[in-house]
């Protein structure tokens, strides 16, 4: 990758790792599917008027049947499935689990015709990264007696990731992915919005809350996706699917940054690791 690949590749990991501080400050005072409805509105809200302004937004309405189907997969369903499954296996876990989204893209684009993401180095690249994530996230995070309904959960979470980056690039690659996340973000937004207002609090959200909510909306929402796809059109998806490595680290390494978490032999070794891996699996490799 480019200096300037590998900076949004940095910088998508960073804003995605954010989320996991945010929703601990959210979740104090709103349920999930307020989170989810102001979250992805606030997303909306900015990415469509850049849509419209880029005349960007008729197109994407013409092809909806895709940008919902977009939806599905990238936002409705990983959102129920991990948030139902955290309930029960340890957060570690389920981050490493997320971290097989580059897995199911390397398989999904090898089904596509791109035969480089089995290149050695590549493959080698893809499992340094994932033991990083797992000395990260903790290997006491991986025991025998987990719920195997709640890692299959994530596991079909992950490959919903993976499939709806697939969904984009092969069936719409022609429309702008500001217009698709945008009117992705507001389907999303309307299709909660019922059960929100059966969940509204009972009193207003305090201000820490509140600028909570629009830092997830602004950032790891809008902004993220702006630069994700950014990324995705210069190295394509199985490429691109390696942030994920990168934002669970960080995510972990906030934590230790900004809550005190305690800084463990995992992380030290671990992110380094990450960025080694992501390093080699993100090279270009040509088919014999």
């Known amino acids: 990758m480019s200096r300037k690949n590998w900076f949004l590749f940095i910088a998508i990991g960073l804003l995605w790792g ?65 948030t139902s499954a955290e309930q029960k296996i340890p957060s570690g876990l389920a981050g490493l689990l997320v971290a097989t989204v580059p897995i199911w893209s390397s398989i ?39 719920n195997p309904l709640a890692i299959g959960m994530i596991l079909l979470a992950s490959l919903c990731y993976a499939t709806a980056v697939a969904t984009v690039t092969i069936n719409i690659p022609q429309i702008d992915p500001i217009a698709i996340n945008g009117l992705a973000m507001a389907t999303t937004a309307i299709f909660y919005l019922p059960f929100a207002l059966f969940a509204l609090p009972h009193h207003a959200p305090s201000s820490k809350v509140i600028a909570s909510q629009l830092a997830l909306g602004i950032f790891p929402t809008a902004l993220a996706f702006i630069l994700f796809f950014q990324l995705l059109k210069e190295v394509g998806p199985a490429r691109a699917s390696l942030v994920t490595y990168l934002n669970t680290a960080f995510a972990v390494l906030l934590g230790v940054l900004i809550l005190g978490e305690p800084l463990t032999l995992g992380l030290i070794i671990g992110l380094p690791l990450v960025l080694i891996g992501s390093y080699f699996a993100g090279r270009k490799s040509v088919t014999q």
């Not at 008027?49 to 990238?74: S, T, W």
């Not at 493959?123 to 007696?145: H, K, T």
Request: proline share 5%.
């Open 18 to 82: 954010i989320p996991y501080l945010l929703l601990k400050v959210s979740v104090r005072e709103l349920s999930v599917p307020v989170i989810v409805s102001s979250r992805t509105f606030i997303g909306a809200l900015i990415l469509i008027p850049i849509a419209l302004r880029r005349g960007a937004l008729i197109p994407a309405l013409k092809k909806y049947h895709f940008v919902l189907l977009y939806a599905v997969l990238e936002m409705f369903l990983p959102w129920v499935l991990i």
């Open 108 to 146: 999904l684009a090898s089904f596509n015709g791109d035969k480089t993401v089995w290149h050695s180095k590549r493959l080698g690249g893809m499992l340094i990264g994932f033991v990083g994530v797992l000395l990260v996230v903790g290997i006491e995070s991986v025991r025998s007696n987990q």
